[in-house]
C-alpha cells in the first residue's frame, strides 16, 4: 500500500531535512516559518506530552494542502509512550478530582486567556495545515476559547438533584463525580474545536484529557499541547492532565481498548466509529461518538430564497465541504426549483477557489489527495446512477494543491450515491411535490446529524420540530446546517453515533451519576413498605 506524503513515515534526519528545505521555496513558506515560531514550533517536533515532551514512534511530516508543500514533522507516540502517557494522567486525574470544581474552572479560564493571546497564529495554522480559509481559521479558535467560557460558568454549575424519599428522616440526592481519564479522538476536518469541547467539559468535570488527533493536522495538536500546558506549568500542576498522543490507528486502536481511559470521545467516519464503538464495549467502557453526516436542507415555496440561497453557499461549500455538518442534500419545492437553481448556479459562479490565507477566497483545497479521489469518484457515480452535473464537477488541476470545483447535481433522492456521505463540496438537488415527501427524503439517509427547513409557515416549522419531522440531532429552522454554537448539545442520530458535546447536559457525560439515600432517622423503615423482621 503506498502511505499518503501526508502522513509518510520518515528518518528523523530527513524529515528535519525535508521539513526545513521546503520552507525556502515560495512566499507561503515564510509565513509557515512566522506561524511555527510564534507558536513554539519547530520544522521537526515531538508529538508525546505528559508533563514532558518525548516520542518514540515514527516521524511524520504534515503537508500544505493548497501548495503541497511540507510543513513540519511531528513524531508520534509508541506503545510504550502511550502506556507510560496513560499512567501518568491516571495518577494527574487522582489529585485533580480532589480540587474543588471552581478551582479547576479557574485553570480553564487562564487556559482560554492563553488561547485567546495566540488565536491568530493557531487560526492560521489551521489554515495552513487543515486548509479551511483562515476567517474559519480563527473561527474554530475562537470556538474554543468560547466553550472554555462556557466551561468556567459550568464549573459553579455541576448540579445534582434532591430527590424526595418515600421513607421518614431519609435524604435521597444526585451526585456526580468524574470519570478519571476521557480519551479523546479527534479528526482532521476540526483540528482544535472538537478537543476544545471535550477538554474544556472534561477539564472542570474533574479528569484528565489524552488527546490523539489527526496525523495531517499533527502540528496543530502539538500547538494546542504547549499553550495549555503552560498554563499547568505556571500554576504547578501536572501536565499530564492535558496529556498528547500523536499517531494514528494504532495508537486510537490501544486508547480504546485500555481500560484506564474511561470514556472515549471519537470523532471520524461511521465505519471507524463503529469499530471504536464495539472495542470501548468489549471492556464496559464509555464512548462518546460523533460520526457521518449526509444533511439535508429543505426549501419551501414560502421561504426567504435570498436567505436561503446566501444560507446553502456557506454550509454547503464552506471548509471546503468537509465539515460533518455541510449540506449535502436540498430538496427544492417544485413551484421554486427552477428560479431557486438559477438563482444558486449564479452563486456559485462568484466563488473564489484558492490560497485558504488570501482574503477573498471562499473555498480552499480539500484536505488530502484521497479526498480529491473521493470527489471525483462521487462525480463519476452521479452520472452513471442517472443524476446530472448543473455545477462544477472538476478537478482544478491546474493549481498547485488538492482543489476542486464546488458543485451542484441534479439527481433522484434515492440513488445510492447521495446516500453516502461524500467529504468534498458536492451537493445534490431534489425537488418535491409537498412537505411530508421531503421530510421523508431527509429521515431516509442512515445518518442523523443536522436539517434546516426555509419556511415562514408556523405550522410546518412545528411539524418539523415535533415528533413526525426530522430525525436529526441538529433541526434548525432558517438557518444552515452548519455554524452550531456552543450552548446547544452537538451531535446527532442514527449513525451519527448518539454522542452529544458542547453545550446543555453534555457535560453529564464525562462524569458518574450516583444516586445517595442518606438516613438520618435512626429507624430502618424499608422501600415499598417491606417489613423484614
Not at 406 to 415: C, F, L, M, R
Not at 440 to 450: A, I, K
Not at 481 to 492: D, L, Q, S
Request: hydrophobic share 40%; net charge neutral; charged share 20%.
Amino acid at each position: 500500500m503506498t502511505i499518503p506524503r501526508a502522513i509518510r513515515p520518515l528518518k528523523h534526519s530527513g524529515a528535519l531535512r525535508s521539513a526545513r528545505s521546503a520552507f525556502s521555496t515560495t512566499s507561503t513558506a515564510r509565513t509557515t516559518s512566522v506561524t511555527l515560531k510564534a507558536l513554539g514550533l519547530d520544522s521537526y517536533n515531538l508529538g508525546v506530552y505528559n508533563g514532558e515532551w518525548s516520542g518514540n514512534g515514527d516521524v511524520v511530516e504534515t503537508v500544505n494542502p493548497a501548495t503541497g508543500e511540507v510543513l513540519g514533522a511531528v513524531q508520534q507516540a509508541s506503545g510504550k509512550d502511550l502506556d507510560h502517557t496513560l499512567q501518568c494522567a491516571t495518577k494527574a486525574a487522582k489529585m485533580w478530582r480532589e480540587v474543588p470544581a471552581p478551582k479547576r474552572g479557574e485553570i480553564v479560564r487562564q487556559m482560554r486567556n492563553a488561547l485567546s493571546d495566540k488565536i491568530e497564529p493557531l487560526g492560521r495554522l489551521v489554515a495552513l495545515e487543515m486548509g479551511k480559509i483562515l476567517p474559519e481559521g480563527i473561527g474554530e479558535v475562537q470556538e474554543y476559547v468560547d466553550i472554555a467560557d462556557y466551561a468556567v460558568g459550568l464549573s459553579r454549575m455541576l448540579n445534582g438533584k434532591v430527590i424526595p424519599s418515600e421513607r421518614p428522616g431519609h435524604m435521597m440526592m444526585e451526585m456526580w463525580n468524574p470519570l478519571g481519564v476521557v480519551g479523546v479522538i479527534s479528526a482532521f476536518n476540526f483540528p482544535v474545536a472538537v478537543y476544545g469541547w471535550n477538554s474544556a467539559l472534561s477539564l472542570v468535570c474533574g479528569n484528565a484529557v489524552v488527546w490523539k488527533g489527526a496525523p495531517t493536522t499533527g502540528l496543530t495538536s502539538v500547538a494546542v499541547t504547549k499553550i495549555l500546558a503552560e498554563v499547568l506549568e505556571k500554576n504547578g500542576l501536572p501536565g499530564a492532565l492535558c496529556s498528547l498522543a500523536s499517531g494514528g490507528a494504532d495508537i486510537g486502536n490501544m486508547m480504546a481498548k485500555d481500560k484506564r481511559v474511561n470514556l472515549v470521545s471519537f470523532t471520524g467516519s461511521t465505519n471507524v466509529g463503529r469499530k471504536v464503538a464495539l472495542t470501548v464495549q468489549e471492556r464496559f467502557g464509555k464512548s462518546l461518538l460523533e460520526l457521518g453526516g449526509n444533511n439535508a436542507i429543505i426549501v419551501h415555496n414560502d421561504a426567504d430564497i435570498d436567505l436561503a440561497v446566501r444560507s446553502i453557499l456557506f454550509a454547503a461549500v464552506g471548509t471546503a465541504g468537509q465539515r460533518c455538518t455541510t449540506t449535502r442534500r436540498l430538496f427544492l419545492h417544485e413551484d421554486i426549483h427552477d428560479t431557486f437553481i438559477e438563482r444558486l448556479i449564479k452563486a456559485y459562479g462568484q466563488i473564489r477557489v484558492g490560497n485558504p490565507l488570501e482574503a477573498g477566497i471562499l473555498c480552499g483545497p480539500l484536505h488530502t489527495k484521497a479526498a480529491v479521489a473521493a470527489f471525483q469518484e462521487g462525480i463519476a457515480d452521479v452520472k452513471a446512477q442517472g443524476g446530472t452535473i448543473v455545477h462544477g464537477g472538476n478537478v482544478l488541476s491546474h493549481m498547485a494543491g488538492n482543489f476542486v470545483e464546488p458543485t451542484i447535481t441534479s439527481i433522484s433522492h434515492d440513488a445510492p450515491v447521495v446516500h453516502r456521505e461524500i467529504f468534498a463540496p458536492i451537493l445534490h438537488t431534489i425537488k418535491f411535490s409537498n412537505i411530508d415527501e421531503a421530510i421523508e427524503w431527509n429521515n431516509e439517509v442512515g445518518q442523523g446529524l443536522s436539517s434546516s427547513l426555509f419556511t415562514t409557515s408556523p405550522e410546518r416549522i412545528f411539524n418539523w420540530i415535533g415528533p413526525s419531522g426530522s430525525d436529526c440531532g441538529i433541526v434548525n429552522v432558517n438557518i444552515p446546517t452548519n455554524g452550531a454554537e456552543i450552548g446547544g448539545a452537538f451531535g446527532g442520530e442514527k449513525e451519527t453515533g448518539g454522542g452529544r458535546e458542547s453545550g446543555s447536559t453534555a457535560w453529564q457525560q464525562y462524569m458518574r451519576r450516583q444516586t445517595c439515600t442518606v438516613n438520618y432517622s435512626g429507624m430502618l423503615p424499608l422501600a415499598q413498605g417491606i417489613k423484614f423482621e
